[in-house]
């Protein structure tokens, strides 16, 4: 993931093509402040979950593909 990504961005990315995310993630590095690369999507519905995992898999977010797991 960008490291640019925050947030707001990631959650309005995922919103795009989920109705049921309900919160993000950024996992920051404590000392530097500076994002590690990756994040949690939190979603209520967890068909939607399964699918955004295969679905979202290289989706492209700021210019760089996305991995989901």
């Given at each position: ?12 990315f995922f919103s795009n093509y989920y109705n049921s ?49």
């Amino acid at each position: 993931m960008d490291l640019s990504v925050n947030e707001e961005t990631l959650r309005n990315f995922f919103s795009n093509y989920y109705n049921s995310v309900s919160g993000t993630k950024i996992i920051i590095d404590p000392s530097s402040k500076i994002s590690k690369g990756y994040g949690f999507v939190k979603f209520n519905d967890p068909k939607e979950y399964q699918r955004a995992i295969t679905e979202m898999n290289g989706k492209i977010l700021n210019g760089k593909a996305i991995k989901t797991k």
